[in-house]
């Protein structure tokens, strides 16, 4: 098992490692008029290399990447070009916002889609028709929309919910669960159904399976059947979607961030990449990628404790 864990780690760190790179050489080689962008456009030509060596802009593209790694491995990731707030401040305290949300939208997506594809699966019939139906208008819908019309009946129109902004939970936590309830619905309805689909698709192929007709062959009840055996031999591929649905909402958070007006890491990120902040655009990528290593690492790690074969693999 500890092997397993290392070779887990170590192909994370590689992940991020890759990742980092590639995001560095795009985004630090289109900041030609970063200077520019930050002194404004009554700036001297003087005042503009000035800034540029400042920033570290006048070294050529490698060296530049080779400072920010050997920092950012010490977690020293810089500062803003634009209001000197250090990348890591910022993103401690917007980070938690994001989870929040991901993390309330990821439960109930969960929980939904679970018993949407075990029913889909199992009854059939117009519950069948139904998860496919939705999964098609979830691909087909976008996740905005949905954020949209639910802003307008239940904030605008109804007035039952906060129609943006977030409150504190320290502040207080009434108003604070308001703030949450249209941005995590928005996340889940954009992806409950095909999720649901997946799952149902996955219980539907151990269904099909020989040891499956065994066990109903030797009048093991149905029920003891789905429950200890079905289930169990599908929850590795339904552990397998859910932090695919994970890595989506996490991305899907910048949009709905924006719509809600959330002090978040995707509002972070549009407002730090409209500007060219860098610095900030580089703290979120790693920050992101982390986290999606993290929830890969604990579904790999639960893939591995219910099918030993995952670990030998």
Do not use: C
């Not at 939208?105 to 594809?117: D, K, P, R, S």
């Not at 920050?287 to 290593?293: D, G, Q």
């Amino acid at each position: 098992m500890i092997s397993f864990i290392v070779k887990r780690v170590i192909s994370g760190l590689g992940l991020l490692v890759v990742i980092s790179t590639l995001a560095y050489l795009l985004v630090f080689s289109s900041s030609a008029n970063i200077a520019l962008n930050i002194l404004g456009q009554d700036a001297t030509d003087d005042q503009i290399l000035a800034k540029q060596k400042e920033l570290g802009l006048d070294l050529p593209l490698l060296e530049r990447y080779w400072n920010w790694a050997t920092h950012a491995v010490k977690g020293d990731f810089g500062s803003s070009w634009f209001n000197s707030e250090t990348v890591v401040s910022a993103l401690l305290h917007r980070l938690p916002i994001t989870l929040t949300i991901v993390a309330f939208a990821m439960t109930f997506a969960a929980i939904l889609a679970v018993l949407l594809g075990t029913l889909a699966a199992i009854k059939g019939g117009w519950i069948d028709k139904t998860v496919q139906v939705m999964a098609i208008a979830g691909f087909a819908i976008p996740g905005f929309l949905l954020a949209i019309i639910l802003v307008t009946f239940l904030a605008i129109k109804v007035k039952l919910l906060p129609a943006t902004g977030w409150v504190n939970f320290t502040e207080d936590p009434a108003n604070w669960a308001k703030s949450l309830v249209l941005p995590v619905v928005s996340l889940v309805l954009a992806t409950v159904a095909s999720a649901a689909q997946q799952i149902r698709s996955a219980i539907k192929s151990v269904m099909e399976r020989d040891f499956v007709k065994t066990l109903t062959s030797r009048g093991i009840p149905r029920r003891e059947i789905i429950f200890k055996h079905i289930l169990r031999a599908a929850t590795p591929a339904g552990l397998t979607v859910l932090s695919l649905q994970f890595v989506g909402m996490l991305g899907g958070s910048v949009i709905i961030e924006k719509i809600f007006a959330l002090p978040g890491m995707g509002e972070l990120a549009v407002n730090a990449t409209t500007q060219g902040d860098t610095p900030v655009v580089m703290g979120v990528v790693v920050y992101t990628v982390i986290i999606v290593i993290i929830v890969n690492l604990v579904v790999d790690l639960l893939n591995g404790w219910i099918n030993p074969k995952v670990r030998i693999s």
